[in-house]
DNA sequence: CGCAGTCTTTACATCGATGTAAAAGACAGC
DNA sequence: GCTGTCTTTTACATCGATGTAAAGACTGCG
């Protein structure tokens, strides 16, 4: 029928109908009035030849492509995860589609990708950065609108947030009044790129304020950065502790992913959870929920977080000129068995103590 | 500098470089030779004005767009972030981005997104498919290329698979090798849709095998369809045979995610693991290594699936006459702790028994 | 020094949808 | 039956990149 790889396009389908093209666009977006006998010829043509416009084209003329980018570091983290569906739910919701992106395999992509190529096929931009602070927002004229998820030391973009730096400082209270005073701070520590980076800074902040409100030391021993936030990555960074001899009666893991690697790691070695040591995550994936010891952890509205995000994001589609806006979703820590203290330590040197 | 929300184009590029557009094209592209000053002279006022080519016009102008789809059933499961996570670095390497879709919230969206509108700014589409069986191939001269990825009963596109069937017959033999012998399949079941819809369907079937061909019973009140693949459902699963009172030594579950919701629920009903029930899971995802019972499951590579699929994609977008093609990925049952039988048996009416 | 032959660069048309402005049609009122 | 207003439809130009074909620059050779 049709010849085979080409789709019909509004001229044919005005053909079709005996009306000009533009009648065929008056029709598909409401623009201006069509008669109703006309229109349903138009429609009846549609149908009959199985037409569906061509976005680039319409992307090109109006400028808009209705594709809006959402970049992570680690798709495979449970968060990420989350998160992506929450996006494309809430971007489908308002008549979007959303194209994924990862950063975290090379440093270059996370940069690459808000200044250069593909950036002109999209509308608009939700980033979770790693390391991100300042190279966003130099060439920020030029850019579609960004909406940061996560704790960047900016105020220039849109950004959505939970007060990570709060969070930790409540769960190292939390851990602390579980009987816990040994901490380790699994995902960042102070040398190093810790406090540098994005959300790893701000959770690392937390916990040395919590620590210090109790009067409490900061023992560089318990502080090990992890790279990837993937479960493997939290099973390393807890080996590396582990292999260090370190005494400690509690975990703080900078995501849920990391602290299902270190219960692993952890029993591995002997240690019972909880009663020698506690754990304490963050973002409340659904796995946490379910874990052999179901993990206490910083719970938020994943779909509320996606949700902010993109009225962020049209509503500056809509406006460019509008000031830099940030929202802050409520957490609230989700207390589950893995922090039922007093937990009575362990170490890598030997069996629990 | 430049007018607020206008970047340049090639015509801009090509007047700083006191150039013709085309001889900008030219260099972008490399379609035509270009002599060494002018392209430096092209490529400094490309880097002068930030300049990023319009991928609407481009696509217009050749129609490709560069970006392909990917549609899976719940973006939230781990097995779909494993494979949107190997799809698009596969993606990456070949010059393409991805877009992701969603299709288990609304049974329409499967449909829709092939047949309709959004089609068009893609050019080809990557399908984990739930129950789609004709729909897709009604349309298929209509359609951009597409490669399914699961079992589905049908040989007119292409696809890639591993074979669920014989995996699941695998399963079970494992699991009778370890001493069960009253296994539930958690799921899918006979009654109902069960044996209808694509990889649930082989699975089934694959488990249905199994036990003929050990001469047992298949017994109906051991099966139970399992709507969403993720923990939650899969701890719903396992809680509704809990309560039927059935008794089992051992769960084929049809996925990690609803093996470790299961073992989850099954803890919480006082069964010990792997002592009281074996538990055996689909696809390998990195959380099954780091459950607390580590879990048995049917393994694959991942990245070798997505790049499989990527292969075919791309071969299929240069040649659309090429004949359908199916691409079998192998398997391999992994045997972890979960499976260390004998298991004693256990029901929902009691404790052990 | 001039010309064939090669290598670069240019002008122009095109991809498909849509805004603009003008033409065509519908309809009421006198 | 004709004018004037309002509605519907049309022709044309445009968005930005790129293929085509023709013009222009340059080389080497006689």
């Given at each position: 029928m049709t010849p085979p790889s080409s789709r019909p396009t509004m001229r044919d389908v005005a053909e079709r109908a005996r009306v000009s093209p533009k009648t065929v666009s008056n029709v598909l977006t409401g623009t201006a009035q069509v008669r109703e006998p006309t229109r349903l010829r138009v429609e009846q043509a549609m149908r009959e030849l199985d037409f569906v416009p061509n976005l680039s084209a319409r992307g090109l003329r109006n400028g808009r492509s209705g594709?809006?980018?959402?970049?992570?570091?680690?798709?495979?983290?449970?968060?990420?995860a989350s998160m992506?569906?929450?996006?494309?739910?809430?971007?489908?919701?308002?008549?979007?589609?959303?194209?994924?992106?990862?950063?975290?395999?090379?440093?270059?992509?996370?940069?690459?990708?808000?200044?250069?190529?593909?950036?002109?096929?999209?509308?608009?931009?939700i980033l979770n950065p790693v390391r991100l602070q300042d190279s966003v927002v130099e060439h920020?004229?030029?850019?579609?609108?960004?909406?940061?998820?996560?704790?960047?030391?900016?105020?220039?973009?849109?950004?959505?947030?939970?007060?990570?730096?709060?969070?930790?400082?409540?769960?190292?209270?939390?851990?602390?009044?579980?009987?816990?005073?040994?901490?380790?701070?699994?995902?960042?520590?102070?040398?190093?790129?810790?406090?540098?980076?994005?959300?790893?800074?701000?959770?690392?902040?937390?916990?040395?304020?919590?620590?210090?409100?109790?009067?409490?030391?900061?023992?560089?021993?318990?502080?090990?950065?992890?790279?990837?936030?993937?479960?493997?990555?939290?099973?390393?960074?807890?080996?590396?502790?582990?292999?260090?001899?370190?005494?400690?009666?509690?975990?703080?893991?900078?995501?849920d992913s990391i602290a299902l690697g270190a219960m692993h790691e952890l029993r591995s070695w002997g240690a019972r959870l909880p009663e020698d040591v506690l754990v304490c995550g963050f973002d409340d994936v659904e796995h946490a929920r379910f874990a052999g010891t179901p993990l206490t952890t910083?719970?938020?509205?994943?779909?509320?977080?996606?949700?902010?995000?993109?009225?962020?994001?049209?509503?500056?589609?809509?406006?460019?000129?509008?000031?830099?806006?940030?929202?802050?979703?409520?957490?609230?820590?989700?207390a589950r068995t893995s922090t039922q203290g007093p937990p009575a330590g362990f170490s890598g040197k030997n069996s629990p103590i």
């Amino acid at each position: 029928m049709t010849p085979p790889s080409s789709r019909p396009t509004m001229r044919d389908v005005a053909e079709r109908a005996r009306v000009s093209p533009k009648t065929v666009s008056n029709v598909l977006t409401g623009t201006a009035q069509v008669r109703e006998p006309t229109r349903l010829r138009v429609e009846q043509a549609m149908r009959e030849l199985d037409f569906v416009p061509n976005l680039s084209a319409r992307g090109l003329r109006n400028g808009r492509s209705g594709v809006i980018g959402l970049a992570q570091p680690d798709l495979r983290a449970a968060f990420s995860a989350s998160m992506t569906h929450a996006v494309v739910e809430a971007a489908h919701a308002r008549g979007l589609v959303v194209q994924v992106e990862e950063t975290a395999a090379e440093p270059a992509r996370e940069r690459d990708l808000v200044t250069r190529a593909r950036t002109h096929l999209i509308d608009g931009m939700i980033l979770n950065p790693v390391r991100l602070q300042d190279s966003v927002v130099e060439h920020l004229d030029h850019l579609p609108p960004i909406v940061l998820i996560g704790e960047v030391e900016q105020h220039r973009t849109d950004r959505v947030f939970i007060n990570s730096r709060s969070a930790a400082r409540d769960a190292v209270r939390h851990l602390l009044a579980r009987g816990a005073r040994r901490i380790v701070a699994l995902g960042g520590a102070e040398h190093g790129a810790g406090l540098d980076k994005a959300t790893q800074g701000q959770r690392l902040r937390g916990y040395l304020a919590g620590l210090a409100e109790a009067e409490l030391p900061a023992s560089p021993e318990l502080q090990v950065e992890v790279p990837e936030w993937t479960i493997a990555g939290g099973a390393a960074g807890m080996r590396e502790i582990l292999e260090r001899g370190a005494e400690f009666d509690a975990v703080l893991a900078f995501t849920d992913s990391i602290a299902l690697g270190a219960m692993h790691e952890l029993r591995s070695w002997g240690a019972r959870l909880p009663e020698d040591v506690l754990v304490c995550g963050f973002d409340d994936v659904e796995h946490a929920r379910f874990a052999g010891t179901p993990l206490t952890t910083i719970a938020f509205d994943h779909q509320a977080y996606a949700n902010a995000a993109l009225d962020l994001l049209t509503s500056r589609m809509r406006d460019r000129g509008l000031p830099p806006r940030a929202q802050e979703i409520p957490y609230e820590l989700l207390a589950r068995t893995s922090t039922q203290g007093p937990p009575a330590g362990f170490s890598g040197k030997n069996s629990p103590i």
